[in-house]
């Protein structure tokens, strides 16, 4: 079945230093792909998505693109701040019943001053 | 302001002891589904509803049950809590496939 596989964390970093999580994914068709973020103490919220092969989703300077020629759609921001401090999760909508998410296991981010 | 709510936020119960998370959204999603979260395995589904009345199984449904009957409220029923139910539970809604799913705080339970 599909799948979801991220790196595992936690990944530890300095403020503005450069982030990369990395995600990769299985399905026998063209799923839409999501990242979800997880601060302490809440539910979960939607940092980006892309929806077709080659699309970048974008949103609070975090980065990823949709990239179906390695079945990829890695995490990137250029200057990490401590209020980035969170779970991030990857995720892709099941093709058979799209509105179910199947998720990573989820990357525990820590940011230090 | 547009919301997934949860009740109760944190719960500790015992074995066989029924309980009811209740779970509502304002935003007049159809879709609504339950997914629970355990360490080192991310989130996974239990039930789903695309609307009233209409409700289907995720991955993890066994022990769980979910009732739609108004459009807003999505409970999530379990009959006889177990110990490997303890876990931090999730309702999330949308409003058509593929859409952003909105998710509610979570309800941390501990069944003893």
């Known amino acids: 079945g599909d799948s979801v596989t991220q790196m595992e964390g936690p990944v530890t970093l300095s403020e503005e230093a450069f982030l990369t999580i990395n995600c990769t994914y299985t399905?026998?068709?063209?799923?839409?792909l999501f990242w979800y973020v997880q601060y302490p103490g809440e539910g979960l919220q939607l940092l980006l998505k892309?929806?077709?092969?080659?699309d970048k989703g974008s949103n609070k300077g975090f980065e990823a693109t949709y990239r179906k020629e390695t079945t990829s759609f890695h995490l990137e921001k250029g200057s990490v701040q401590v209020s980035d401090s969170a779970v991030y999760f990857c995720?892709?909508?099941?093709?058979?019943?799209?509105?179910?998410?199947?998720f990573g296991t989820g990357t525990r981010l820590q940011v230090f001053p | 302001e547009a919301q997934v709510t949860q009740n109760p936020r944190y719960l500790i119960t015992v074995t066989g002891k029924k309980l009811t998370v209740t779970c509502s959204q304002n935003?007049?999603?159809?879709?609504m589904s339950w997914y629970r979260q355990d360490p080192g395995l991310g989130l996974r589904q239990i039930y789903y509803s695309m609307n009233v009345e209409v409700t289907d199984k995720g991955d993890v449904p066994e022990g769980y049950k979910v009732s739609r009957k108004e459009k807003r409220n999505f409970p999530l029923i379990l009959e006889s809590p177990s110990p490997n139910q303890t876990s931090l539970y999730f309702c999330?809604?949308?409003?058509?496939?593929?859409?952003?799913?909105?998710f509610g705080p979570g309800t941390r339970l501990t069944v003893l």
């Open positions: 892309a929806t077709k092969a080659d």
């Open positions: 935003m007049n999603h159809e879709y």
């Open positions: 399905a026998t068709g063209y799923p839409s």
């Open positions: 995720a892709l909508s099941d093709l058979e019943n799209t509105d179910k998410l199947i």
């Open positions: 999330a809604s949308s409003s058509h496939s593929r859409s952003e799913q909105f």
